[in-house]
C-alpha cells in the first residue's frame, strides 16, 4: 500500500482477533522490523515473538495490573471523561481481556551497552538510545498496516519488567521498552489519525516562527 496512506491511518488498534495470522505474513513484518537504522548501524535491539498461550495469559495479567493503575484516574472521572479517552479507556479494557487470545505478542529488548547514547551525559531525560529501538517499532506497526494487522505500541510492561524478563528467559544486560500486541482488527480497525495541524508542530528556523511546508500530504 501506499506508504503516505499507510502511516495517515496507523491509528492504535486494542481489539484484535484471536484468529491466527499467517507465518508467511508474520515473516514479512519481522523482516520490515530488522530493515530498521540504529545508532552506528549497531543493531542493539532484539525482538521475542510470545504465541505460547501460558506466557501470553502471564503478560495479560501483568498487563493488565498496569492497566488498571494507569487507568484509575480516568474512571474516577467518571461521566465527566472526555469521549475520545473513554473509547481508548474501553479498548484498552477490551484488550486486558483478550490479551490472552492474540495470535503474537512482541517484545522490544534493547541492550544499552551497544549504544552510542549521545545525550546521555546531560541534564535531562535521555531519549536517543531509544531512537536505536523505535525506529524498528515503527518499522514493524506500519508493515503490519501494510498487511491489515492491527497493533498498538504499549510500554506499561516496562513497569513489570523483571517479572517479563524471568518469564521470556531474557538475560542481563538486556532491557524491554516496547510490547505489541498483534492481531487482526475485531472492528474497523485502522483509519485516519486524530493529530494537532503540522502548523502546531513545524516552526521554520527559530522555535514558534510558522513554516512554509504545509497541506503537502
Ligand atoms: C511510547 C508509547 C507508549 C505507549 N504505551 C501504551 C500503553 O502502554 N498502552 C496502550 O494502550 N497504548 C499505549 N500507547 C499508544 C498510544 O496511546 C496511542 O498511540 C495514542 O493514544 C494515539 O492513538 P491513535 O493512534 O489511536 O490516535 C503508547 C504509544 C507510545 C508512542
Known amino acids: 500500500m501506499n506508504l503516505y496512506e499507510a502511516m495517515a491511518t ?3 488498534i486494542r481489539r484484535l482477533k484471536p484468529d491466527p495470522i499467517p507465518h508467511d505474513v508474520l515473516s514479512r513484518i519481522f523482516q520490515a522490523a530488522s530493515w530498521a537504522p540504529t545508532g552506528g548501524n549497531v543493531q542493539p535491539f532484539r525482538m521475542v515473538a510470545v504465541t505460547d498461550r501460558d506466557k501470553l495469559k502471564s503478560l495479560g495479567e501483568l498487563y493488565t495490573k498496569q492497566w488498571a493503575v ?7 472521572e467518571g461521566d465527566a471523561l472526555a469521549p475520545a479517552r473513554k473509547k481508548m479507556m474501553l479498548a484498552g479494557d477490551y484488550l486486558c481481556e483478550h490479551l490472552h487470545q492474540v495470535p503474537v505478542m512482541v517484545v522490544f529488548c534493547f541492550n544499552a551497552e551497544h549504544m552510542a547514547i549521545t545525550d546521555a551525559g546531560l541534564d535531562r531525560p535521555s531519549v536517543v538510545g531509544g531512537g536505536s529501538v523505535y525506529t524498528a517499532v515503527q518499522n514493524l506497526m506500519l508493515a503490519a498496516r501494510a498487511e491489515g494487522v492491527g497493533c498498538v505500541l504499549t510500554t506499561l510492561l516496562c513497569f513489570e ?4 524478563k524471568s518469564l521470556l528467559e531474557i538475560p542481563d544486560p538486556w532491557g524491554t521498552c516496547a510490547h505489541i500486541p498483534m492481531g487482526y482488527p475485531v472492528l474497523g480497525g485502522y483509519g485516519p489519525t486524530s493529530r494537532r495541524p503540522l502548523s502546531k508542530m513545524l516552526y521554520e528556523n527559530t522555535w514558534m516562527a510558522s513554516s512554509s511546508f504545509e497541506g503537502g500530504a
Do not use: C, W
Open 70 to 76: 494507569y487507568t484509575e484516574g480516568m474512571r474516577a
Open 161 to 164: 519488567e523483571s517479572a517479563v
Open 10 to 12: 496507523q491509528r492504535a
